[in-house]
């Protein structure tokens, strides 16, 4: 199916089950499992959490029993979520892209392709269970069920594109199935967010399901709450309406405890409804173009780093240099750019060039463990089996590790901060060269350094802007 093809008739419309047995391989064999994900728990040079880096849950009598680990202080053992898994319990696995390959690549794809960010999370189900309750989310929920099977119900939503996710809802909350179908190894589903849906294995078979999430908070109304601040500040400085002070002890009739169908009360609603009216005639396109930065940069700071393949990690090495002679030059990753024209406290233009070719994969959506850890692909095809894998990290008598903790709430604080976009900021007159690199970087090999110092009027500034790109791994440089 063509991409805008799913665009038109299923992207926030209505469910697609893709069977595997219909199209092929949609992806690669292996590409999750509980084999791989205990392998990544053992791996981890310091102990992943229970409610940090996974959830373990089951149902017992109709209520959702959640694990805390408190006999391990919360740290996750692959011993002791294989015992778990045996026992009945269901493990949500947040994230492995930061983990595996694999879905790091398809990750990083979605995100090309959405332009936003893609989320992960997977879902381990042991036979004859039920990993969740009935509910909806706030995301564009694509299903990959990489191992055994699952029988999924889609409910019609309560709330079309819902913009917040539910919490559990009962039976008679949702009413009758929209949809019931049993999703393969190998095959996809999508559904829009607001869909409500419950999935169970069946009587024999483990289940492992991967679900990428997309346009979170990614709505008109999500751009209004940034673009409309802009908008109130302009009729602020240009309308005299939006400078006037509210009624005199209007907070004596204006609030829940006053009623709202007193005159006062109108008279007050009926000036705000007006203002708000008049808003549309303060909307200008450069408040816009400012809006739609802010929430690139969100994007950028936080996206994946493009994959990058061997021969270009070659290339970085020993290729050619922007000002060597007879050269084509362009930006690497294009989608992976972003230039921001404005100016600095004493009114001079600058360009910033915002990149993301440079992120941490493990900081990604928010959650990092830059600390350590390894790649876990099974590309060797071994057979060793992670159920039987030892505890993480050593123990004093007690069975604590107080440095441990001490580090990982550390660790935690620093984690608070939000990640910046890495940038590089040039002088406004060169603006016009970046534009041309970025437009000609749309079709590689990009441009020569003549046709940049033309739209730039001068050779020496474009070669240094050249030089300090380049030095920073953005260019990809070509020889003619």
């Known amino acids: 199916m063509a991409l805008n093809t799913f665009l038109s008739e299923y992207f926030e419309k209505k469910p697609l089950h893709v069977r595997k047995a219909d199209k092929g391989a949609l992806f690669g064999n292996a590409l999750f499992s509980r084999k791989k994900m205990l392998k990544v728990i053992e791996k981890q040079p310091r102990p992943m959490g229970f409610g940090k880096d996974l959830t373990v849950c089951r149902y017992v009598n109709s209520e959702r029993e959640n694990f805390d680990g408190e006999d391990s202080n919360g740290h996750a053992t692959s011993r002791q979520v294989a015992s778990l898994l045996d026992k009945g319990y269901s493990c949500q696995f947040y994230q492995p892209q930061r983990y595996v390959d694999g879905l790091y690549e398809l990750n990083a794809a979605f995100e090309d392709v959405f332009g936003g960010l893609a989320g992960a999370s997977a879902y381990l189900t042991p036979a004859k269970s039920q990993a969740l309750a009935p509910h909806h989310d706030d995301v564009e929920v694509f299903v990959l069920q990489t191992q055994g099977s699952k029988k999924w119900k889609l409910y019609h939503p309560l709330v079309e594109l819902a913009g917040e996710h539910s919490s559990d809802l009962a039976e008679n909350q949702i009413g009758q199935p929209w949809m019931e179908l049993t999703v393969e190894e190998g095959d996809l589903l999508y559904f829009p967010r607001g869909v409500i849906h419950q999935a169970c294995t069946n ?67 009926a000036s705000c409804k007006k203002l708000v009216g008049k808003l549309a005639a303060h909307i200008s396109d450069k408040d816009l173009q400012e809006a739609a930065d802010e929430a690139a940069l969100d994007v950028l700071a936080n996206r994946l780093p493009p994959p990058v393949e061997k021969k270009d990690k070659e290339n970085d090495e020993s290729g050619p240099s922007p000002l060597d002679g007879n050269v084509t030059i362009c930006f690497k990753n294009r989608s992976h750019i972003r230039l921001s024209m404005g100016e600095d406290e004493m009114k001079e233009a600058f360009v910033a060039v915002y990149y993301s070719l440079h992120n941490c994969r493990r900081h990604h959506m928010g959650l990092c463990t830059c600390d350590g850890g390894e790649d876990v692909e099974d590309e060797d095809g071994s057979d060793e089996d992670a159920d039987t894998a030892s505890a993480n990290g050593d123990q004093d008598e007690d069975g604590d590790n107080e440095s441990d903790d001490e580090d990982e709430d550390l660790s935690a604080a620093f984690g608070q901060m939000p990640p910046q976009p890495k940038s590089i900021i040039f002088p406004g007159d060169l603006a016009p060269a970046l534009m041309k690199l970025y437009a000609s970087s749309a079709s590689p090999p990009g441009a020569s350094i003549e046709e940049l110092a033309q739209a730039a009027s001068d050779e020496t500034a474009v070669r240094g802007m050249l030089l300090r790109l380049w030095s920073e791994g953005l260019l990809d440089v070509t020889t003619q």
Do not use: C
Not at 240 to 251: I, N, S
């Open 203 to 269: 009587e024999k078979d483990f289940s492992t399901h991967v679900t990428i999430s997309v346009y979170q908070h990614n709505t008109w109304a999500n751009f209004l709450e940034v673009a409309l601040p802009r908008v109130i500040r302009n009729a602020f400085d240009s309308d005299v309406a939006f400078r006037q002070g509210l009624p005199v002890g209007y907070l004596g009739f204006m609030g829940t405890q006053y009623s709202i169908d007193s005159t006062k009360a109108k008279e007050f609603a």
